[in-house]
């Protein structure tokens, strides 16, 4: 099953054109995927967004606004799955402190503190095989002087 965000299936059938139109052929399977297969439409899971890395992971920096923890681990859960099958093996979450009630509702999927960077907790999670091969936090800095 495809899934698309919620507000980029928005954002596609606003710009389709109406029935009446010449090109409204070529986009007809796009209509019937988003009525779904019977008479009910098909539900969207909205999924977080997250930018690829070279290394099969996922980084979510920009969680939504106001969110309920309820409503995130719902997103969290369905983006993890769709990642897992797109074969990916890591995710890094950025929590603001701001919305901090976030990271136990991510700490219930098995994320774990990494660092923190200012007023942002930095969270994650390994889903490759065997043991965790993500890097550890630097805890020192060596500097050469001239």
Request: one cysteine or more; charged letters at 15%; a positive charge.
């Amino acid at each position: 099953m495809a899934v698309f965000s919620s507000a980029v299936l928005r954002s596609v059938l606003n710009l389709m054109p109406t029935q009446g139109s010449r090109s409204s052929g070529s986009l007809r399977w796009l209509r019937r995927f988003s009525a779904g297969p019977g008479p009910e439409p098909r539900s969207v899971r909205a999924l977080l967004s997250g930018e690829s890395d070279r290394y099969g992971g996922v980084t979510v920096r920009h969680l939504p606004g106001q969110i309920s923890e309820s409503t995130f681990s719902s997103m969290l859960r369905d983006s993890l799955s769709q990642w897992r099958s797109e074969g990916r093996i890591a995710v890094w979450l950025y929590v603001p402190l701001a919305q901090c009630r976030l990271a136990e509702a991510a700490a219930v999927h098995g994320f774990t503190f990494h660092h923190a960077l200012g007023d942002t907790a930095v969270l994650s999670l390994w889903m490759g095989s065997g043991e965790s091969r993500l890097p550890g936090y630097t805890t020192h800095q060596v500097g050469g002087g001239r």
